[in-house]
């Protein structure tokens, strides 16, 4: 096989099946015998194309989405994962939004930032909190979502649980008072815009707990959520 055919083998087998999505880091070059000298050539030759300090795309320089975070999660170390907002959006939790990719790696220290990148240090990621998703490493959702508290708004880290919710993902979280607690702001916030009564709230009546209740009009109603 010559060093072209190696390398494409090696892209299409890496990352438990999951392939690379077109990015090579230099050591992994060097493991198929690309020296340093034959990766210069071939990034003046068009054959690689430089993403990120010691990470190539090869053949174009044009990455998918997928490809850009996983030259993202190469460029900060092998134990580096994709988190928080980017972790998100692998899961289908957020959109992906414009911006910085977001990096978690093991280990104590500040957040540094690479450019188009942003690295967290966690002293508290562990294995469990780790999984791969289309071969990429990332956060697993329960963890996304915790990292999310600390970066986005309430509405957001909301969203994302509902998503978790819904796609069947294990979000570590018991939901329901989250739920009620929600729909009730929602629902009283309705009533005040239409200038209605303020109901009793979560009111049990014989062996039924209600949610909202005007008892002088002996009405009783109930918000469903996703459940």
Not at 21 to 49: C, E, N, P, W, Y
Not at 98 to 108: D, F, L, M
Request: charged content about 25%.
């Amino acid at each position: 096989l010559t060093k072209n055919e190696i390398l494409k083998l090696y892209l299409d087998r890496a990352y438990m099946g999951g392939g690379t999505f077109g990015v090579v880091t230099s050591t992994q070059l060097a493991t198929v015998g690309i020296t340093k000298d034959a990766i210069r050539s071939r990034l003046h030759t068009g054959r690689l194309h430089r993403v990120h300090r010691g990470v190539y795309s090869v053949g174009h320089p044009a990455l998918s989405r997928e490809g850009r975070w996983m030259a993202a999660v190469l460029a900060c170390g092998p134990r580096a994962v994709l988190s928080h907002g980017s972790a998100a959006a692998l899961w289908s939790l957020l959109p992906s939004m414009p911006g910085s990719i977001q990096i978690t790696v093991p280990g104590a220290g500040g957040r540094s930032r690479r450019v188009g990148l942003q690295r967290h240090r966690s002293e508290t990621l562990a294995a469990p909190d780790v999984t791969r998703r289309q071969g990429i490493p990332v956060t697993t959702p329960a963890r996304t979502i915790a990292d999310l508290r600390r970066v986005t708004s309430p509405a957001q880290v909301r969203r994302a649980i509902r998503e978790a919710e819904v796609l069947g993902f294990e979000t570590g979280i018991e939901t329901a008072d989250l739920q009620r607690s929600e729909l009730e702001q929602l629902f009283l916030g309705l009533c005040r815009r239409h200038r209605l009564p303020r109901p009793e709230a979560n009111v049990r009546i014989g062996h039924f707990l209600v949610d909202f209740l005007w008892r002088g009009n002996r009405l009783v109603v109930e918000t469903d959520g996703y459940r």
